[in-house]
């Protein structure tokens, strides 16, 4: 790939930061992008992927193998993605050149087995070309419809053997229920090994997610009170301002439910609640995530109606800004019931959280784009001091995911003046304030990860399938008797129906209004 | 990680009949194995350290190219012994010269090339060529080959990757007449490394046949005389051949201390305002505190404007320098060789940094830096009392030179980091004439 010129990543503001990214190196491979042609190839993958290329993550020995249907040259693929990045590539033009002469293109039908071991020809070709040395990773940003029988046709072909040199990457949605997800899980596993099977969960590669971890096992003043006998309730949010977008044909199949919470919301919730791994081992981490998740339950699995709430947002917004409800945008059902919001409360069934009510929402269309843990304190057991607001607030810890990533502690402080009044004070850490740096967007993070084989931040068959059965009821429910779970309409804009309040004012609480 | 043997006995092979051994190896079948587009790695391995011990007595053999604790334990006892000042490194050039004056007669199988590093191994090159010099310089050449495989808990589920192993071992002539032969034996498309495991100044010409570009070439600039190592290093670079520095990069936890120092957005802005930075490094070889202060220098767009020497204790010279910041004013540097105990494996290692910057309208701010193993006194003294004070331990890296280099190859490495391309002509620059 010849001289790299420097990068002065111009976001940096700490000048003895740039380029000190040494961090775990990625081996010689190719990488082979199923969907080439398709919306997340140029939209999210080719960008993280010029990323890795500018920070010098990827080793000089690397090909991206871009593979579809439509008959592309290798020079067209490269000429489509620059059209793609056409901002990047224009402020970095050199580094583009010399990126790009690491990607290929093969036209290739995944169901045909014919194209696909034809694709193992060229990639022995490659591996000569870039000393690749026979490493490959598979990304398949196809449909999930072909998700199973990809893995077979590259089993089939013999580009799997290897546990230790192939691995494949698999995208969201994986299964849409208990039953679909294992069966997939079964067809990928007849094709490899566990540990090539990387299933992308995108709020596993934000920082803040992964400071999760960091903060409850690298510090010893939190796991101590870390349980039922401190914390009175949880509540795990991920709010979005944005409506459904171009995203009609698959959401309308899909709904909040499996869109946000069965995956992101469920990583957060488990890695709120897990136990301390013995070590940091990816086996280790996914272990106890799994064992949470399969402790896990709906508050009331015999009413599932009881604890949870869906809607679905409508018309809205001001007259100067209008927003259109969910079943008049365009793709939508006009009759749909697909929730665009939903709120549910669970239990986790273990020494750690016995009693404890968990808290998740999620919608479209809400007031802030926003994502975070709040963890409630219990009262102080006697009320020795007025308080500024009636009754003393209850300690909080916020985990901020996004935006301003960081945390906060709402505690109680003297007010000052005369007297011994107490109000509540906001102690904050922003990732921002203290690192200036911004993290690598969730992709780079998580393709460099799939690369360097590292599974920590992808979720394994078990934890998958325990996230799915744990919503199962719900699911069975809006199949069978969908008017026992109806759909509420929000105003768009708002937080969501009244009814979600409702969820939790019955044990005398509220939604944190972040 | 163990290093481990070769499984099998290499095999003595007149020279001339190298080339066709190995073609016939690898067209029996190695050619599908992953092995097969790797890379070659061509190590110049004089080991003159351990020879000198093992031919004085001082240890045991088998010369093996690598070292380890024994071997590291003998040379500081050897340094005294030698006369040397005790702040000489174990494995700094002038100790393994000095042992050449010694008598002595023993000697020991000589199985340098044979070692091959787990962690190099894993990377499974296609070819290993090592040049093993040895000490009476009219030996005649002799090579062994030997196909390579991974132990079996190594190996991936599949049958799995072979590569080969050459040795070409001899006195320095010999070496030299056997250089005609090591073309044809370097895979021409498959990335070459060449590692220079000895010190920079010596055979001058024989680095220069080996490591032509495009091969990589990996150095230690602690290892030779210092003018010669930033020279040959600054040339290099220039030649756009990637260059690797196992000096540079031993500075790596230096480097994210001070960057670490610097995140907070708060701290940044007094990174405009340094005004002064020291350095204390042991013994007299400054390459690793210069490339260091002109990483610092670099990064910050400071201009230099002069560098002179400072005497110091026992003889030992200090280097000072002015660099002018992008306002105009003026910013002090000084790289100072302190006394230590027991000094670490190689010459010139860091014992402290202090960074003080003077924002206008606040408080002046030190950031001290100390190596894990020793204090940094001298930084700590002085005048810091009415400062904000930040200090940090920097940890000790602690890998084997094969570790690094294993960290290299395994990928990534096809172009001179710009850091060190621009840090390597500053610090030559630095360096006082
Ligand atoms: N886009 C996003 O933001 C996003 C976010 C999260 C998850 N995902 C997931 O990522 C995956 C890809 O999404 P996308 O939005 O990129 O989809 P898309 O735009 O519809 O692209 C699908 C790609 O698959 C290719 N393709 C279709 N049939 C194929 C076959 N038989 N063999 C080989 N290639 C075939 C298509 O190219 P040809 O027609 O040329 O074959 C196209 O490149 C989906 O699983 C989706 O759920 C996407």
Redesign the pocket.
Known sequence: MGKRAIEMAHTLTNPLRVGLRQERVISPQCLVI???????????LIPALFELFRQRRLPSEFAVLG????P?SDEEFRSRMAEALSEEVSQHQSAWSQFSACLFYE??????QQ?VERLGTRLEAIDRLKATRGNRTFY?????A??GS?CRTLANAGLLKDPNRSRVV????FGRDYGSAEQLNRIVQACGQEQQIFR?D?YLGKETVQNILVLRFANTIFEPIWNRNYIANVQITAAETVGVEE?AG?YESSGALRDMVQNHLTQMLALTTMEAPGRFDPEAIRNEKAKVLQASRLANEEEPWKCCVRGQYSEGGSPAMPLTGYRAEPGVNPNSTTETYVAMKLFIDNWRWQGVPFYLRTGKRLPKRLSEVVLTFREAPVHLFDAAGGSPTANQLILRIQPDEGAGFVFEVKAPGSGMRSRPVDMHFSYDESFGEPSDEGYVRLLADAMLGDPTLFTRSDEVEAAWRLYTPLLELIEDAPWQLPIHPYEAGTWGPGAADNLMAEEGLMWRRP | MAPQLTLQAPLALPPSEVPGYLNNLWSEGLLGSAGAATFTLLVWEPSWLQQQLIRTGRIDGPISGLLNEELLEAAREAIPACGLPCSTAPTATELAWALGQQPGEHTADDLRGQFVDRAISAHRPRRLITLAPTLAADKPLETLVAAYCPLPEERSGSEDACGDVVVLRGGMGALHQGLAMLQPLIEPDLPCWVWWNGSMDESPELLEALAVPPRRLVVDSSSGDPRRCLDLLVERIATGQAVNDLNWLRLRSWRESLAMAFDPPSRQSALDRVVQLDIDMEGHHPVKGLLLAAWIADRLGWHLQSSYWIPGDEGQQGIGAEFERNDGESVQVRLMPVPVGITKTHPGALVGLRLICAPPGQAPLCVILCSESGGCMRLEAGGAASMELAEEVVPLPNESEEMEMARLLGGGHDSTNPLLAAAAPLAAKLLPQ
Not at chain 1, 67 to 70: E, P, Q, T
Not at chain 1, 140 to 144: D, K
Request: glycine content about 8%; overall charge positive.
């Open positions: 199923f969907g080439a042609s398709g919306d997340l190839t140029h939209r999210k593979c579809a249907r439509r592309w036209p290739v039908d995944l169901q045909q194209d398949l940003s196809v449909s999930p072909f998700y990809g698999i995208e969201k949605p992308i995108h995203r698959y």
